[in-house]
């Protein structure tokens, strides 16, 4: 019988094991960073954007104003729940003070969601969705990097204007797959141009052979692909292999430079993309590039830098003001102009958009690129304004003020 | 000692037990336990129990069991979040479409026994899963989010981690003590039968399979309302809710816990929700590995789990002592 | 021409793919048929061995520089000896309890092998090159064919029609069948039971290796091969009814080509038509299309 009891009880010890015990954040900053580590997302972030984030506590000092900073990281392996039940643990239990969120959409809208219920900030970089600017818009939520409304604008309208009219779409089935594809859609159908269908395919498909048939047989001149990472990467080769490259344009709605190296230029070159950043796009970015790549061996996404970007900028509006209350940093943040090596002349809107220059770019040809990295060559600079949701366009209560 | 003074000592000490961990759960919130773990690990343990009446004590292993708990995940979430249902109706609602769900996918595998029924529960579950991708209500990869928690009969407020963790409890407890009558009803014998020797329970006369259908159905009604509470306890539901790991992972806690116990699926639940909560970010994908592990060691060497090992070492004791 | 209003590649296309993807059916529910028919184990970590004779094929190549062909040798043979593996050390306590527990069992061992693999490769998957032999396509005039995807058609039909043979037709089969049903009796005869039994396991888990490497090329190699997979197989061999070698293999086929149309017709459905069809065929036919009941 004593026995019993002793299992009971180590049952619920066992439990208590299990969790954290409540903490106060008081004098110690903490830094949350959710994202995909070892997914199909995790080369374009992951544990690089964890190092990015960790170099901009470096640079501040590793303290604001004497107190600690610590960084949280977690992996939420593509699954929504796992995001939000981390992020609502660190807020209860570990005194989470603001939340970075990685890839994927569907996790950074769950996690807005529980920041705006602990009225946390919650500053989504890898997520594309624009939604987290229109419908699911908040005033602890801001976007920092790209969405799907600047991809749409940059690489959709480029490739109209080229003279691709008639689009089929193969879509991750997901938030951000969905976002991108109805936001490209809108452009080519404003710019004269048709969309001929599309197909959905599940996130990490394994097999885009079925997918690629029905795109073929519908006869449209350009497959847009509005997925990212290793979808991207094994669609663009199936693509290949099947001979639809024969028949239909590519075009790559998300792309980062870590997809281009994964392909290597020769089966990339020419493709358009729009990117918020390019490591070989100025003398200071080359120099923050060089610095990350000591560290990870691998130059810098643009999310990489923006998780930079956030984490600096984060600091300093709560050494500016002296206290991490979350909403007195938000009304901070949307004060400050962005200025760093990621954005010049940068501001958060009131929909939580921050609001940047984003870059039309294309893939150099294996003749043009002079060093390993050097792949892309800047077609035009698309200002911040023209890029993302306009006031008219805005699906968000919060902005139409 | 005689026999009959130490059967008294029995209930009574067995009766302390149980007060004694039910005041450790009612403190629970008080003593520093996060409450949303708790929460999380009490609904597991309802859905342990439910598995653990259609396995332990009626002798049918469903391998997709997944599939109630989630369809009623998703089906409570939506009601509350985008028709506007109070949380209890939502959860009742929830709790009745499991229990659909449970009959129709019943009545195809009752037909088959054993392995057979294990393999068409999975198959049937799967499938489940699917419908659940791609239907537009559930928000496919993404899950249904922001499910708010409401108030309970329209007065009190669930948001409040401590007033839902009593709300679960009382459940919980409910659910325990359900199963407890369930199995000791003259119903309860007949599965039992069923489960020692089927053949004789027919020729006895009993219209076994629907004994059996109604088990399976009583089973996957209260695995919903585990996941309708889990929905409100957490705010979302998604895929993870009806992916066939999970079914197995509730194999597991029933196995580990003890089989045909009370107790067992419980501790079960705790331990490994404890487990993978402590180990998740320091070990990362080493958890399936160490998930695994515990199942290999449990069929091969630990088929009692640990309550009925208990239970077992009590009988040799108590043989040694009379 | 179009077929019901599709375009009559579009069909065609499809239906061609829905082979390729029944052939890996076939194969995988061959093994698990010929495991389950004579040793009464529902094997779920065949899914598993699957996936780690992909691996191996892989780590053949990426390390020791062997080629797919070597690898269509080798991986067969290491996973075959890590089935011998499992089955003299866990398998066999097993076999005088509830089959259930066999079930648990191999679902433990599917969970080591995917937690392990995962620890170490990451989710994305590897790449594994169609070998230069079979690189290129050809046109079919409805469609693209890549040329591997023809051959894994033609190897998987001459593996399982090969293995049909064996077991059904041959005197090796026949003991091995026997054995299945009296194993005492064959034992009095003076065969060893119980290394027929561990071979079996073996042979079982060394198809579902080939399988792997004949996937390697088409889909990535991924720790999550197996388990999207495993499911699906077992739904086609209740389908095709447990005791029949040849059932699997025609159902696993005809499986694929009715999922290709599917995705034809309604794609949306295609991956929940072989449970659909499994829930029909079993309220007509409990046994399977081709099952005899034990």
Not at chain 1, 211 to 222: G, P, R
Not at chain 2, 75 to 100: C, D, H, K
Not at chain 3, 79 to 101: F, H, M, N, S
């Amino acid at each position: 019988m004593e026995l019993k009891t002793l299992a009971a009880g180590c049952a619920v010890a066992f439990a208590s094991i299990g969790t954290a015990h409540a903490q106060f954040s008081g004098d110690v900053i903490r830094i949350g960073f959710i994202t995909d580590m070892g997914g199909l997302y995790s080369d374009i972030d992951g544990q690089g954007g964890a190092e990015a984030i960790r170099m901009a506590i470096a640079d501040m000092g590793g303290n604001v104003n004497g107190k600690k900073i610590e960084l949280l990281t977690a992996d939420h392996q593509n699954k929504a729940d796992v995001a939000a039940a981390k992020a609502r643990e660190w807020f209860d239990t570990q005194g989470m003070d603001m939340l970075i969120g990685g890839t994927n959409s569907g996790t950074s809208l769950a996690m807005a969601k529980v920041a705006a219920e602990k009225k946390k900030p919650f500053i989504a970089v890898g997520a594309g969705t624009s939604a987290l600017t229109n419908e699911q818009c908040s005033p602890y939520t801001i976007h920092w990097a790209y969405d799907t409304v600047a991809l749409a604008k940059g690489t959709g309208g480029a490739v109209v204007r080229a003279g691709g009219k008639s689009w089929y779409f193969l879509t991750a089935d997901y938030a951000f797959g969905q976002s991108l594809q109805n936001d490209t859609a809108n452009v080519v159908k404003a710019s004269g141009g048709s969309v001929a269908g599309s197909v959905k395919h599940p996130l990490s498909a394994s097999d885009f052979s079925s997918f690629l048939l029905q795109a073929q047989s519908s006869k449209a001149q350009i497959l847009g692909l509005a997925n990212a990472g290793g979808d991207t990467i094994n669609a663009i080769k199936a693509a290949n292999e099947f001979g639809v490259t024969k028949s239909m344009k590519l075009a790559g709605l998300l792309m980062f430079i870590n997809d281009v190296h994964s392909l290597g230029l020769k089966n990339t070159q020419g493709m358009y993309l729009t990117d918020s950043w390019y490591w070989n796009r100025d003398a200071e970015s080359r120099a923050w590039g060089r610095k990350f790549f000591d560290k990870v061996k691998r130059m810098p996404s643009s999310l990489q830098a923006a998780d930079y970007s956030v984490a600096l900028n984060y600091l300093q509006a709560v050494k500016a003001i002296g206290t991490d209350d979350g909403d007195k940093v938000m009304a901070q943040l949307k004060k400050t102009k962005v200025n760093d090596v990621f954005a010049k002349n940068g501001y958060v809107r009131d929909d939580g958009r921050m609001v940047h220059d984003m870059y039309l770019m294309q893939v150099k040809t294996p003749a043009q690129s002079t060093e390993p990295w050097d792949y892309y060559n800047v077609v035009e600079t698309i200002k911040g304004d023209a890029a993302f949701t306009t006031k008219a366009e805005s699906k968000c209560a919060l902005w139409k003020q | 000692m005689s026999t009959a003074s130490s059967a008294v000592t029995l209930e009574r000490r067995s009766r302390l037990l149980w007060l004694v961990v039910l005041a450790v759960l009612v403190a629970a919130p008080f003593i520093g336990l996060y409450p949303v773990f708790m929460m999380k690990a009490l609904c597991f343990a309802i859905f342990a129990c439910a598995f653990n009446l259609l396995l332990g004590f009626t002798g049918l292993l469903s391998f997709g069991h997944a599939a109630f708990m989630g369809s009623a995940a998703y089906a409570t979430g939506w009601l509350v979040r985008s028709a506007g249902w109070s949380p209890e109706l939502g959860v009742v609602a929830g709790t009745v479409i499991a229990a659909l769900i449970g009959l129709l996918v019943g009545l195809i595998a009752i037909r088959r026994q054993g392995i057979y029924f294990a393999m068409i529960t999975l198959a049937m579950a799967q499938m489940v899963y699917f419908v659940c991708l791609q239907a537009p209500f559930t928000g496919g990869e993404d899950g249904l989010q922001g499910v708010p928690r409401g108030h309970l009969l329209g007065f009190i407020p669930l948001a409040d981690d401590v007033a839902m963790y009593f709300v679960v409890l009382a459940v919980f407890v409910a659910v325990y003590l359900g199963v407890i009558r369930i199995v000791h009803s003259p119903y309860g014998q007949v599965l039992k039968a069923i489960r020692e020797n089927e053949p004789r329970a027919v020729s006895l006369g009993y219209d076994v399979d629907k004994y059996k259908l109604l088990a399976f159905v009583l089973s996957t009604a209260i695995a919903g309302l585990a996941g309708a509470l889990k929905t409100l306890v957490l705010g979302f539901a998604t895929l993870s809710d009806v992916h066939w790991s999970l079914s197995g992972e509730v194999v597991l806690m029933t196995l580990l816990g003890g089989m045909g116990t009370f107790a067992g699926p419980v501790l079960g639940s705790f331990t490994i929700i404890g487990l993978q909560n402590f180990l998740a970010d320091r070990v990362g994908s080493w958890v399936t590995v160490i998930i695994g592990v515990i199942f290999v060691v449990c069929v091969v060497a630990f088929r009692r789990g640990f309550v009925g090992e208990l239970l077992a070492w009590q009988q040799r004791r108590r043989k040694v002592d009379a | 021409m179009d077929i019901f209003g599709i375009p009559h590649q579009a069909f065609l296309g499809q239906l061609m793919l829905g082979l390729v993807n029944g052939s890996f059916y076939a194969m995988l529910s061959l093994g698990l048929a010929v495991i389950f028919g004579l040793l009464g184990i529902v094997n779920f970590a065949h899914g598993a061995l699957y996936m780690i004779g992909a691996y191996v094929a892989w780590l053949g190549l990426e390390y020791f520089g062997l080629n797919y062909w070597f690898a269509l040798l080798l991986a067969p043979l290491v996973v075959g000896a890590l089935g011998v593996v499992i089955e003299r050390t866990l398998l066999k306590q097993l076999y005088k309890l509830d089959p259930l527990y066999g079930l648990l069992l191999t679902f433990g061992l599917a969970l080591i092998a995917e937690g392990v693999f995962r620890e170490q490769f990451g989710v994305s998957g590897q790449q594994y090159p169609v070998p230069e032999l079979l690189q290129g396509a050809t046109n079919l005039g409805f469609m693209v064919l890549p040329n591997y995807r023809a051959w894994v058609i033609g190897a998987s039909l001459v593996v399982c029609l090969g293995t049909w043979f064996l077991i059904e037709k041959t005197p090796l089969g026949a003991t091995l069948r026997a054995g299945t049903e009296n194993p005492a009796l064959v034992q009095a005869f003076g065969i060893n039971v119980p290394v027929m039994v561990m071979l079996t396991y073996a042979a079982g888990a060394g198809l579902a290796a080939l399988a792997g490497v004949l996937a390697a090329p088409v889909i990535q190699v991924t720790p999550l091969m197996g388990s999207n997979l495993i499911i699906v197989v077992f739904a086609v061999v209740v389908i095709g009814g447990m005791g029949s070698i040849l059932g699997s293999i025609l159902t696993g086929l005809m499986l694929g080509l009715v999922e290709g149309l599917t995705k034809v017709f309604y794609p949306e459905a295609s991956s929940i038509v072989v449970f659909v069809i499994m829930a029909i065929v079993l309220v007509l036919r409990p046994a399977g299309l081709f099952g005899k009941e034990k």
